[in-house]
T-cell receptor, first 111, second 112 residues
Framework: QKEVEQDPGPLSVPEGAIVSLNCTYS??????FMWYRQYSRKGPELLMY????GNKEDGRFTAQVDKSSKYISLFIRDSQPSDSATYLC???????????FGDGTTLTVKP | DVKVTQSSRYLVKRTGEKVFLECVQD?????MFWYRQDPGLGLRLIYF???????EKGDIPEGYSVSREKKERFSLILESASTNQTSMYLC???????????FGSGTRLTVV
């Protein structure tokens, strides 16, 4: 059983839709949670990071962490074709520690 | 613009060759990491380093070694390349803040 499970997708939505991307985890020591976006044939780029439970908003993106349920989500509002990419969740137990990644969800936003 | 630079985007090597993958960061980050990414398997940690001349094994270190002689440079070495090491290799660096990694663009290695 993997420590981090991510909804596999693929996900296809029309432009302007609200997108929900989700991960669950089993290691209760995880405290730091990250979301990355990866375009085809590129390295992942950091979108958002959060510490412990709660919400964090950055423009059209909102990250949610529910540590009691061991569940994290990334919401994308008013999705755009340029949001089409693979999204990776990642988490770590310490601020200096190695991250464990989900397998990624591929999102396509159709014009 | 801060950067993690991987020396090659594409490499083709023969079975049994010794392969060096180089990674340089210009952000004065303490932490550096090597992952490989394969379809269906996600990102898997090979080795990481929290300081110069220091290294720690990740989840799949077999067949690999690393070198960190300077803070900005972290090299991954495939001692004797095999076909099952064909993969996308990603280098990353970070500060010890929990604020995530900066990744390089990746090296797609094919071993024939």
């Amino acid at each position: 059983q993997k420590e981090v499970e991510q909804d596999p997708g693929p996900l296809s939505v029309p432009e302007g839709a609200i997108v929900s991307l989700n991960c669950t985890y089993s290691n209760s020591a995880f405290q730091y949670f990250m979301w990355y976006r990866q375009y085809s044939r590129k390295g992942p780029e950091l979108l958002m990071y959060t510490y412990s439970s709660g919400n964090k908003e950055d423009g059209r993106f909102t990250a949610q962490v529910d540590k009691s349920s061991k569940y994290i989500s990334l919401f994308i509002r008013d999705s755009q074709p340029s949001d089409s990419a693979t999204y990776l969740c990642a988490m770590s137990a310490t601020n200096a520690g190695k991250s464990t990644f989900g397998d990624g969800t591929t999102l396509t936003v159709k014009p | 613009d801060v950067k993690v630079t991987q020396s090659s985007r594409y490499l083709v090597k023969r079975t049994g060759e010794k392969v060096f993958l180089e990674c340089v960061q210009d952000m004065d980050h303490e932490n550096m990491f090597w992952y490989r990414q394969d379809p269906g398997l996600g990102l898997r940690l090979i080795y990481f380093s929290y300081d110069v001349k220091m290294k720690e094994k990740g989840d799949i270190p077999e067949g690999y070694s690393v070198s960190r002689e300077k803070k900005e440079r972290f090299s991954l070495i495939l001692e004797s390349a095999s076909t099952n090491q064909t993969s996308m290799y990603l280098c990353a660096s970070s500060l010890p803040t929990g604020h995530g990694y900066t990744f390089g663009s990746g090296t797609r290695l094919t071993v024939v």
